[in-house]
């Protein structure tokens, strides 16, 4: 079992060691004459004006939390989809009442025109 | 053990990186190394299943959220509230100070939990840890615990109710 | 288990037990995890090569035009010309970037990209780990992936680069979420979550059986890779190339090899899901067939994502989460609590896969899916059309 985990080790630390290989490669051979001009912020040949960290709309984090929730919802749905076979009706019954709560949310953020783009 | 050491020292390194670190986004990231190298040690106690769900919500979920809020709010540097060069109790602002009270407090209910025993975990359990633990996590969660598991979904759906409130637009009568 | 007509495992084989002479066993495991491994992370660039090739060919003949055609036959080495060209560019940091920020995010990205294919079965026993988790797997090595794209668009210190990261915060997490219940929806149907007996269970392919988690998986991968029509995180007319509108040389490539990886990606994952994997004719004969079977079938995956690309045009930011929320999250719970009734009838404790009357229920259910799907987004669209005073819509 562990064997199994030490190989996504060993291939994780191979998958990240590929691009900073070509990285340093590219490195090595590439020009390097750097300029303030060829450094400055690319913005379609504009002069950029003002901090770029500027406020967005909050709208973004709305879809940010409510995809949260349903990330949980989706992981515990897994375990019981595994043993699904072996858990019986009572587990259907549950994972029902489970997803019509949070569908109910749904509904909510639905009806309250949250999904919509303000 | 080795293997342990080497993820306990990467943990706590990224632990106090996350503390120290003058911006936020260093903090998030130094975070997420913590929750990357937690998911290993999850790996290592053979807890598959809590290794994908920690990646999956921690790194996937929550981290993005933060440095969603970081940029929600700029991501510059942090001014220290209490300026860097006071004295250590001026600079203990109310928020700190309880942060600092509940810290300790968790750090020693926690000890005295590992050190009279009452928070030992099962060990060796190969026979329940052998599917990932996933079967032996479904076994228990929609059998003996589905009431918890019910609550768990009440509990999101206040989260998402509160989220949904907390976005609405200004109204415009 | 009988690997008798089993070129790639007797290869495979062979190879250990010729290494296995001079070497122990955890030299001969570590040395074998090694290849595997590099064969595997090198996928993505393969993927590059080729698909870029293949993309730009099928767009261009979509569109009525020839492609690449200047180097080497048909244009097939235009690939590798770009990839020299990105080796030896210049590297140009903007000067107002995060440093460690913007080089860690080329670097994730790429190894996420390459990550997936650990757990991709490309035949009976070819698959780097048939790990217990697999499915999950895939959704947590995809998570990473938006990180990296937050980190690049935040470290950018652009305007654009960062508008990019916003919109793809919100689409990739929007579509995460139909992507894993339709992986889910699998994961019930099969009861396991090793994508190698995924494909062992699939006596009929998940296509014909699950239809609606099948077209709600591939709406959501392509929505998850950026592609056109659901492009927005990089639409180069509104924000030029979102968040990697900064980089340059190899650290552009390591997205562009991304961004390929991860489109073969989804098509292998959606062939493992959906279309059986490695299964064909004669496959039980001769399993060397089914790495064939395999890249054939996930070709034809990526054929069809190409042809939507060429197709439709952009959608709209709030038409495309409107989509992903009210549209393919109900569809794909539905899925997923009528899979639920249907493996009750008839259940039998140590069952592996639907039998033949639960997969025909299966597609009872999904064909009534698609349908009031389909009526409740006619009535919206007439009803928007109507708001809208369009006529004839």
């Not at chain 2, 030992?120 to 190969?126: F, G, R, V, Y």
Request: aromatic residues 12%.
């Amino acid at each position: 079992m562990l064997s199994q985990y030490a190989f996504i080790g060993i291939f994780a630390v191979i998958a990240f060691a590929l691009p900073v290989i070509g990285l340093v490669l590219s490195w090595l051979i590439r020009p390097k004459k750097s300029n303030p001009a060829k450094t400055t912020t690319y913005e379609c040949g504009m002069e950029t004006i003002g901090d770029t960290w500027v406020q967005f709309k909050a709208q973004y984090y709305l879809y940010a939390l409510i995809f949260v929730v349903f990330d949980v919802e989706a992981i515990f749905v897994f375990p019981w989809a595994v043993a699904y076979n072996k858990l019986g009706l009572y587990a259907l019954v549950e994972m029902a009442l489970f997803i019509a709560i949070l569908l109910g949310g749904l509904l909510y953020a639905w009806r309250k025109k949250a999904l919509e783009w303000h | 053990m080795f293997l342990f050491v080497v993820f306990a020292l990467i943990a706590l390194a990224a632990a106090v990186g996350v503390i120290t670190s003058r911006k936020p986004v260093y903090s998030a990231l130094f975070l997420l190394l913590n929750f990357a190298t937690l998911a290993a040690l999850y790996i290592m106690v053979e807890a598959q299943f809590l290794a994908a769900v920690q990646i999956i919500v921690y790194a996937g979920a929550v981290i993005v959220l933060f440095l969603f809020v970081v940029m929600l709010i700029g991501g510059g540097e942090l001014d220290d509230i209490g300026g860097r060069n006071k004295k250590f109790l001026a600079r203990l602002t109310w928020p700190r100070g309880i942060a600092l009270v509940l810290g300790l407090g968790l750090l020693v209910a926690v000890g005295y939990g590992l050190l009279s025993g009452q928070l030992m975990t099962a060990t060796n359990d190969a026979a329940a840890f052998g599917q990932g633990s996933v079967q032996a996590i479904a076994a228990v969660l929609y059998t003996d615990y589905a009431l918890p598991f019910e609550l768990a979904s009440i509990l999101l759906l206040v989260g998402m109710i509160g989220a949904v409130a907390l976005a609405q637009p200004p109204k415009k009568d | 288990m009988d690997y008798l007509r089993n070129f790639f495992v007797n290869l495979a084989r062979s190879w250990t037990a010729w290494i296995g002479g001079f070497l122990p066993d955890w030299g001969v495991n570590l040395v074998n995890y090694l290849v595997v491994g590099i064969i595997l992370v090198l996928m993505p660039v393969i993927a590059t090569l080729t698909l870029t090739w293949m993309e730009r060919k099928v767009i261009g003949r979509i569109q009525n035009r020839i492609g690449p055609n200047r180097v080497g036959p048909w244009g097939i080495f235009q690939a590798f010309a770009d990839a020299v060209k990105m080796l030896i560019k210049e590297d140009i940091v903007p000067s107002g970037a995060d440093k460690p920020v913007f080089n860690l995010a080329p670097i994730l990205i790429a190894g996420a990209a390459a990550l997936l294919w650990a757990v991709v079965p490309f035949g009976r026993g070819m698959i780097g780990q048939n790990l217990n988790i697999g499915a999950l797997y895939v959704v947590a090595v995809g998570s990473i992936t938006t990180i990296a794209v937050i980190m690049a668009g935040w470290s950018s210190n652009n305007k654009f680069a960062l508008l990019g990261a916003f919109r793809v915060v919100a689409q990739l997490l929007s579509y995460e979420i139909p992507m894993v219940l339709s992986i889910a929806t699998v994961v019930l149907v099969t009861g396991t979550m090793r994508m190698g007996d995924i494909v062992e269970r699939q006596v009929a392919p998940f296509i014909v059986v699950l239809p609606v988690a099948f077209i709600t998986y591939l709406l959501a991968a392509a929505a998850e890779t950026g592609r056109a029509p659901f492009d927005l995180l990089e639409a180069d007319s509104e924000i030029v190339a979102g968040y990697f509108v900064e980089y340059s040389g190899l650290k552009f490539g390591w997205f562009y090899i991304a961004e390929y990886g991860n489109l073969f990606a989804i098509a292998a994952i959606t062939t493992t899901l959906f279309l059986g994997g490695w299964r064909g004719p004669f496959v039980s004969v001769a399993p060397a067939l089914g790495p064939f079977y395999f890249v054939i079938k996930s070709v034809a995956v990526i054929f069809v994502l190409m042809w939507i690309r060429g197709t439709w045009p952009r959608f709209r930011i709030d038409q495309m989460l409107a989509f992903a929320w009210k549209v393919l999250v109900p569809a794909s719970l539905a899925n997923l609590l009528w899979s639920a009734i249907v493996l009750q009838i008839g259940r039998q404790p140590e069952q592996l896969g639907p039998t033949i009357v639960q997969m025909i229920l299966l597609l009872v259910g999904n064909v009534a899916i698609l349908a009031v799907t389909g009526l409740l987004l006619g009535r919206a669209a007439r009803r928007y059309a109507a708001q809208h005073g369009w006529a004839g819509a």
